[in-house]
């Protein structure tokens, strides 16, 4: 019994070392991590990519206001348009047709003249 019980202690205490080696190793192998990732994130991000990327991020808010600007001054005409009702649509429509015709007659009076 004696024998039994010095032998659970032992694999018990080898256990422990063996538990302490896994743990020390597995917090080396996360610092290498670490480090592995900030390497890449300085040699990815220089000081030179860092001053491209910045310009790059201020043209795209200039365009990026541009486009709201222009959104909101395009919403506001066609609000403009559409306030006009079927009236204007009538309108549009009749212009349209006597332009047609009138490039009919046009192209005929050039057809004449040839």
Do not use: P
Not at 17 to 34: D, F, I, Q
Request: aromatic share 8%; charged share 30%; hydrophobic share 40%.
């Amino acid at each position: 019994k004696q024998w039994y019980q010095r032998r659970v202690r032992e694999a018990k205490d080898q256990h422990m070392e063996r538990a302490m080696c896994l743990s020390s190793l597995s917090s080396k192998l996360n610092r290498m991590v670490a480090n592995l990732e900030a390497n890449i994130v300085s040699d990815t991000y220089t000081a030179e990519n860092v001053a491209a990327l910045k310009v790059v991020h201020r043209e795209l808010k200039e365009k990026e206001r541009a486009l709201e600007r222009d959104s909101g001054h395009a919403t506001h005409v066609l609000s403009a348009y559409l306030s006009l009702g079927d009236d204007f649509s009538s309108l549009v429509d009749m212009y349209s047709e006597l332009k047609g015709q009138l490039e009919t007659y046009k192209w005929a009076l050039n057809l004449k003249q040839a």
